[in-house]
């Protein structure tokens, strides 16, 4: 599924993000951490050029929406004043996003049919 979102309603998630961001449980608790990122400058000077290329990922569990990729297209998001983001629920390659533990422990992705 490929969607529309308001920034507000992705702030609010939970995140299952695996970095080093403790007593982090919503997205918008983990975005001051990502902003502290060495590519962070360099991803808001790509977005604020091109766009954003790939849409957030977003999963259900347990009835709950997390984000569960895309924490820095967020947080430049908000910085660059957007309102709305692309997101996703199907898979997006290990080899395009090689650094997120937490996809890498999510198991094989199987596309629904």
Not at 11 to 38: A, I, Q
């Amino acid at each position: 599924m490929l969607g529309i979102i308001p920034i507000a309603d992705v702030l609010d998630m939970l995140t299952p993000d695996g970095d080093d961001t403790p007593d982090c449980y919503t997205v918008r608790d983990v975005l001051p951490y990502k902003r502290t990122s060495e590519h962070y400058a360099g991803l808001l000077d790509d977005i604020r050029r091109d766009g954003i290329a790939l849409p957030v990922m977003i999963r259900t569990f347990e009835g709950q929406p997390w984000l569960v990729d895309g924490h820095h297209r967020v947080a430049a998001a908000v910085d660059l004043g957007l309102t709305h983001l692309v997101w996703s629920d199907l898979p997006v390659e290990l080899e395009d996003r090689p650094y997120n533990p937490t996809l890498r422990t999510m198991g094989p992705y199987r596309p629904a049919a």
